[in-house]
């Protein structure tokens, strides 16, 4: 049975999932900054193991929650962890007042977001080197 488990401070076990991804797999050099010191973590553990990862932090005075640093080790892809760790995420959102979420999305993977009501907003911009887009949803 999978679980996600909040913490006010950036763990270990999700810092490690974020370097093997987005800096050893797809070759970000920024991977940490300050939003991580404002951030709520969330890990899923699948079968006790540390297997996701994603970071939120309010804006706009607290309506609406910023989604981003979502992760998923390769060999627990297409398990659908990552839905978890969106649904997850809005939850917690609603749950501490948000009347939206937003993110960043790598332009490559927008279609997953679109699944959990994730709507494009604005023009298609880069950070380092990869095109995102930025996505919001209502939360209802």
Same mark, same amino acid.
Do not use: W
């Given at each position: 049975?999978?679980?996600?488990?909040?913490?006010?401070?950036?763990?270990?076990?999700?810092?490690?999932?974020?370097?093997?991804?987005?800096?050893?797999?797809?070759?970000? /050099? %920024?991977?940490?900054? $300050? =939003?991580?010191?404002?951030?709520?973590?969330?890990?899923?553990? +699948?079968?006790?193991?540390?297997? &996701?990862?994603?970071?939120?932090?309010? /804006? %706009?005075?607290?309506? $609406? =929650?910023?989604?981003?640093?979502?992760?998923?080790?390769?060999? +627990?892809?297409?398990?659908?962890? &990552?839905?978890?760790?969106?649904?997850?995420?809005?939850?917690?959102?609603?749950?501490?007042?948000?009347?939206?979420?937003?993110?960043?999305?790598?332009?490559?993977?927008?279609?997953?977001?679109?699944?959990?009501?994730?709507?494009?907003?604005?023009?298609?911009?880069?950070?380092?080197?990869?095109?995102?887009?930025?996505?919001?949803?209502?939360?209802?």
């Amino acid at each position: 049975m999978n679980k996600i488990k909040f913490y006010d401070f950036l763990p270990k076990e999700a810092k490690t999932i974020r370097e093997k991804v987005f800096i050893n797999e797809q070759g970000f /050099k %920024n991977e940490f900054d $300050s =939003f991580d010191n404002k951030s709520i973590h969330l890990i899923l553990y +699948y079968n006790g193991i540390a297997a &996701g990862t994603a970071r939120m932090f309010t /804006k %706009n005075s607290g309506k $609406s =929650f910023h989604i981003g640093r979502v992760a998923v080790l390769p060999e +627990y892809r297409n398990l659908h962890l &990552g839905a978890e760790i969106v649904n997850a995420a809005c939850n917690k959102a609603k749950e501490k007042g948000a009347e939206y979420c937003e993110l960043s999305a790598q332009c490559r993977i927008k279609k997953f977001y679109c699944l959990f009501g994730f709507k494009e907003s604005g023009e298609i911009y880069m950070d380092e080197s990869c095109p995102h887009i930025h996505m919001e949803k209502e939360l209802k």
